[in-house]
């Protein structure tokens, strides 16, 4: 129905870190760092999250994950809510998605979309 096609990875089923954060933040943003490599590697384009803090630690410590990791993170963070809303034909600017730190244009445009402004 969304038209998404799950991917299976190395660390799907390892906590991205946000436990963690306040009282080892370099462990936490290693553990981020190995989520997204084992994602992006087995052919992810974006991330999506059922969990808000999941989905907080993704979409706003990405960047300085990869920073600690000697990578580059740049992996669009959606809610499993705005890719059924985008499915469903809403437009993503009424979805709030302009707020997300990743930015969602190259994913969005794969579905004929325009990034919000």
């Known amino acids: 129905a969304t038209g998404a096609t799950p991917v299976d990875y190395d660390e799907e089923f390892i906590c991205c870190g946000t436990g963690v954060g306040n009282t080892e933040p370099e462990v936490s943003m290693q553990m981020l760092a190995n989520k997204l490599s084992s994602a992006i590697k087995a052919g992810a384009d974006a991330f999506v999250a059922i969990c ?18 000697n990578n580059t993170f740049d992996i669009p963070i959606l809610y499993l809510t705005e890719l059924y809303a985008l499915a469903f034909g809403f437009n993503p600017d009424d979805l709030g998605l302009k707020f997300h730190r990743a930015r ?14």
């Open 52 to 69: 808000p803090a999941c989905f907080q630690q993704l979409d706003t410590n990405q960047k300085k994950a990869g920073t600690q990791s």
């Open 104 to 117: 969602l244009g190259d994913f969005l445009e794969k579905f004929g979309l325009k990034e919000p402004k």
